[in-house]
């Protein structure tokens, strides 16, 4: 689960300690504190975080000066010691203080950077030090001393116990049902492998996950390069965004783009070489001598092949879909919500699972509904991608019992629901009218998302035409081979661009609509360092 599990946490100590108890916290990094009710801002903290502003305030102003306002901002990282809290901001303010004291000391050029640097450090330390504290909401206790809490991963318990020693009160696991509608709010703290983060940012269009729901951008950073390379398939176009990539990721600000497109260039590259495509040049693949793939799925291509690769298409999303109505199943058993679970997200996987060869079957009957359960013809797909000869009749027979079965639980679930809900027999036949419409409508919906997959080949079709071109101006000579530069240059920019845009469309659209709500609260660490600094607590 790439939303991690949480823990919430409390944590107790007498007035003297609160600097030393919140110095560990902020250390330990990962703590989210929260708001509840009875909470209030401790006057001690309170005055800590005043005396952080005082000093960032101040020095922002000498930053800003005639004396520091044209000196280069050097990179170097300073290190302060503190105890606790309270000690870290009087050390602070015990730097800004000798500068301001006479700033005149600073004439050379090493010495004003010098004093940039420490400036810079204790500029950033004291807004994080009152960004943290501003953050910070207690319980008074009876006796004088103070709680506190918030939420921590689950897995860094063991570090958090040792770090805070007689500080901590207690820890209990959160429920994933807590990141449910009405339950009290429960932060999402991502936890993905590098190569997944780069991915975050398509996931985070639409929202971040709730605490306990499924996060689809695991999934999503392996489906996402798999349709852009099955649309995009060239090792040339792949070397090309590969070189784009690190240009963006070295040379400008727009790293995770770059980063991402490293991932795509990889996907490209890898299905343009099965396919036996380089800047629209063909070649015999040495995949091919290992594993026999279809002709249609090589860059040989001709018109007769369109009808196997928009199968081909349709066939990948019915599987990407399904994959879609399954974690709607999950995400609503993981939230508590088990009759909507299985009355009406569990039969929606089931009446898609067997709906889809059922429609093979009657398209494979040119829509003759007369002969669906006679016909010994093959059914379509399975024989033209599998090599299944399986007649009309047996897909029909054994497909359509489920397809009924699940759209009678579906027609039934509504009421059913309304009924335990309110218990109350006329909101249960209202609710009957509406199991009606949501089950209809699940026909015309399945239908037309699954509709949407043509355009993977539909786009890898036209990348083939595309690359034939070019290829076929680079045989043409020397005069073709300028020419053919500049159409590779087009293809790979539009083409490229189109393809990313239908792919994210894919995504985010078509298949996250099928399960993600997206209305999860970030988890908002207490920050311990910063680009100009560190703190080293004794």
């Not at 176009?237 to 990889?266: E, M, N, P």
């Not at 990407?320 to 993981?334: D, K, P």
Request: aromatic residues 12%; charged residues 15%; proline residues 6%.
């Amino acid at each position: 689960m790439a939303v991690a599990p949480l823990s919430e946490v409390t944590l107790g100590a007498s007035q003297k300690d609160v600097g030393v108890l919140l110095a560990r916290l902020i250390e330990f990094g990962t703590f989210h504190p929260v708001k509840e009710k009875g909470m209030t801002q401790d006057i001690s903290i309170l005055l800590v975080a005043s005396k952080a502003q005082d000093v960032y305030a101040r020095t922002s102003e000498l930053l800003r000066s005639e004396e520091f306002g044209k000196t280069p901002r050097p990179k170097e990282v300073e290190t302060f010691d503190a105890h606790d809290l309270r000690e870290l901001v009087d050390s602070l303010d015990d730097y800004l203080r000798t500068i301001e004291g006479d700033p005149s000391l600073f004439n050379g050029e090493e010495d004003r950077e010098g004093v940039v640097s420490v400036l810079l450090a204790v500029q950033e330390a004291s807004l994080m030090v009152f960004n943290d504290l501003q953050r910070i909401l207690v319980l008074p206790q009876a006796d004088g001393s103070v709680r506190m809490k918030g939420f921590a991963p689950t897995k860094s318990l063991g570090q958090l116990k040792a770090l805070m020693g007689p500080f901590l009160v207690e820890a209990d696991p959160v429920s994933p049902k807590a990141g449910s509608a009405g339950e009290p709010y429960v932060p999402s703290l991502l936890v993905n492998p590098r190569v997944v983060r780069f991915f975050e940012s398509l996931t985070l269009m639409r929202g971040l996950p709730r605490y306990g729901e499924v996060d689809p951008t695991p999934i999503l950073a392996l489906v996402f390069p798999l349709f852009f390379g099955l649309m995009f398939g060239d090792v040339g176009h792949g070397i090309a965004l590969l070189a784009f990539g690190t240009y963006l990721i070295y040379k400008t600000a727009y790293v995770s783009w770059g980063k991402q497109l490293l991932v795509l260039s990889t996907s490209t590259t890898v299905i343009g070489f099965v396919r036996g495509s380089f800047f629209g040049l063909t070649f015999t693949s040495p995949v091919s001598s290992i594993v026999r793939l279809p002709p249609a799925f090589t860059a040989a291509f001709t018109l007769s092949y369109i009808p196997f690769l928009l199968e081909l298409a349709i066939v990948i999303g019915t599987f990407h879909l399904a994959s879609g109505y399954a974690i709607s199943f999950v995400n609503n058993e993981r939230a508590g919500n088990w009759v909507y679970a299985l009355l009406n997200r569990l039969p929606t996987v089931f009446l898609y699972a067997f709906i889809v060869p059922l429609g093979f079957a009657v398209a494979g009957t040119g829509l003759n509904f007369g002969v669906l359960f006679t016909s010994t013809a093959p059914t379509p797909v399975f024989n033209e991608l599998l090599g299944l000869k399986i007649p009309i009749e047996e897909t029909v027979k054994f497909s359509l019992p489920f397809v009924v079965a699940s759209s009678i639980v579906l027609l039934a679930g509504h009421p059913i629901e309304g009924y335990l809900h309110t218990h109350r027999m006329k909101t249960a036949l209202k609710d009957f009218g509406v199991g009606v419409i949501d089950t209809a409508a699940k026909f015309f919906e399945f239908f037309t998302n699954t509709l949407s997959y043509v355009r993977l080949g539909v786009l890898l079709i036209t990348t083939t035409l595309l690359e034939t071109l070019t290829g076929d101006v680079l045989k043409s000579g020397i005069i073709g081979i300028p020419i053919g530069a500049f159409l590779n240059v087009c293809v790979i920019g539009l083409e490229g661009l189109v393809i990313y845009i239908q792919d994210m469309r894919l995504q985010l659209y078509e298949w996250f609509s099928q399960f993600y709500a997206g209305t999860g609260t970030p988890f908002l660490p207490l920050v311990s360092r910063g680009i100009h600094f560190t703190v080293s607590w004794t």
